[in-house]
Each structure stands twice: as structure tokens, then as C-alpha cells.
């Protein structure tokens, strides 16, 4: 969707070095969901983020939410071969009861 | 639980066969989905189904038909498949209200010749 726009479409890094997608939205946030597909397999939900400033981590990932709730990024810290994948942001862009939006994903690719 | 499960996993067709495809999800989730994905193009919505007995065409609807057969089970239908139609098909669920998360299945891998 042309809501929700990701960058970089895709990334290599080298393992050991950190890496930040970003998600951007051309409306308020309501929520904002990432996930991480493997190759050929569905959608592992990572976490999810609400208010303006909001940050949250699991093992080497953190994302945050800006203060305005239109932009969120995912940063990995010390990639590993493990964190490879695609990236996907999804979106709340309602307040009700509505689908999310995706964006069109970020290709990572982590080598040695 | 098994959270959502489709079938099936993969599935070849000729231009202008049928078939379809069935989705289930055990966590009681009153919202059920259809996307599929394609190669620079993200996810894109197919249908939905806020609650039992409702559905809603989402961002590409033609082409397909789906059912929401009990609060568990949502279906997807090709009635005369096509080419463009060559896709991969996931499937979520979720609960009711906003800031609910939202789970997929594995997909299903289609071909049409």
C-alpha cells in the first residue's frame, strides 16, 4: 500500500553490524506492528508499538515509535545470519476495528 | 494451539480450473483475513471478515470469492483461476478492536499454467 512506506527495500550487511529499517505512514499510526517472514514461510510477529515515543526490544531488535506516531523504525544491533529475512511494517490507520496495512517489506541478507 | 492453519501448502492449477482454499485459526478470533503476495507488491488485501457472518472485499477482491463458514473457518475461492492469480496465499486472524495483534499462517503456494 502506498500508506505505508518502507526503506530500504533491501539490505546487506556484513554479520556483527548493526542495521535500521524504516517504516513510514502518510496517516496518524493507531498501531504499528512489525513482523519477520523467512524465505518461503509466513509471518512471525515481533512486536507491536502504540504511543508516540514508544520503544521496545526483544533480544537484539528494538523498535521505536516517533513522537508524531508517522514514522517507526526497527533497528537490529549486531546482525547474525539467524536475523536475515524480510522485514515488514504493518499499521493501524483507523481507529476502529479495521485490516492492516502493509508495507512492501525490507530484504535482509546477513553475510559472514 | 496451532494458532491459524491453511492447506493446502501448495497447489498447481490450469487456467480455468477451481479451487479452494481453507483456513482455520483456535484462538477464538473474531477477525479473519485473505492477502496474498507478490514480488514487489507486498501484501495486499483480499477480503476480510470482521466477525462471523459478515466479509468485506478489501484492496483486490476480483477474481475471488470467500466464505466465512463459522467463527473458526474462512475460505477463499477461485472460480475460474488465472495466471495473475499465481500468488502466495496467507491467511490471519485476529481479535476484536484496534491494538490487537495479528496472526498469519504458513501460506499456501499457488501456480496457475
Known amino acids: 500500500s502506498q500508506e505505508l512506506e518502507q526503506s530500504p527495500q533491501s539490505l546487506i550487511v556484513q554479520e556483527g553490524k548493526n542495521l535500521t529499517i524504516n517504516c513510514t505512514s502518510s496517516?496518524?499510526?493507531?498501531?504499528l506492528y512489525w513482523y519477520k517472514q523467512k524465505y518461503g514461510e509466513g509471518l512471525i510477529f515481533l512486536m507491536m508499538?502504540?504511543?508516540?515515543?514508544e520503544e521496545k526490544s526483544h533480544e537484539k531488535i528494538t523498535a521505536k515509535l516517533d513522537e508524531k506516531k508517522q514514522q517507526s523504525s526497527l533497528h537490529i544491533t549486531a546482525s547474525q545470519p539467524s536475523h536475515a529475512g524480510i522485514y515488514l511494517c504493518?499499521?493501524?490507520?483507523?481507529?476502529?476495528?479495521?485490516?492492516?496495512?502493509f508495507g512492501k517489506g525490507t530484504r535482509l541478507s546477513v553475510i559472514a | 494451539n496451532a494458532g491459524v492453519t491453511q492447506t493446502p501448502k501448495f497447489q498447481v492449477l490450469k487456467t480455468g480450473q477451481s479451487m479452494t482454499l481453507q483456513c482455520a485459526q483456535d484462538?477464538?478470533?473474531?477477525?479473519m483475513y485473505w492477502y496474498r503476495q507478490d514480488p514487489g507488491m507486498g501484501l495486499r488485501l483480499i477480503y476480510y471478515?470482521?466477525?462471523?457472518?459478515?466479509?468485506d472485499k478489501g484492496e483486490v477482491p476480483n477474481g475471488y470469492n470467500v466464505s466465512r463458514l463459522n467463527k473458526r473457518e474462512f475460505s477463499l475461492r477461485l472460480e475460474s483461476a488465472a495466471p495473475s492469480q499465481t500468488s502466495v496465499y496467507f491467511c490471519?486472524?485476529?481479535?476484536?478492536?484496534?491494538?490487537?495483534?495479528?496472526?498469519f499462517g504458513p501460506g499456501t503456494r499457488l501456480l496457475v499454467l
Open positions: 490471519a486472524s485476529k481479535g476484536w478492536g484496534t491494538l490487537e495483534t495479528q496472526y
Open positions: 496517516k496518524t499510526l493507531y498501531g
Open positions: 508499538l502504540q504511543k508516540g515515543g
Open positions: 471478515s470482521a466477525s462471523e457472518g459478515t466479509t
Open positions: 504493518g499499521a493501524d490507520l483507523n481507529s476502529g476495528n479495521t485490516p492492516l496495512v
Open positions: 484462538m477464538n478470533h473474531n477477525s
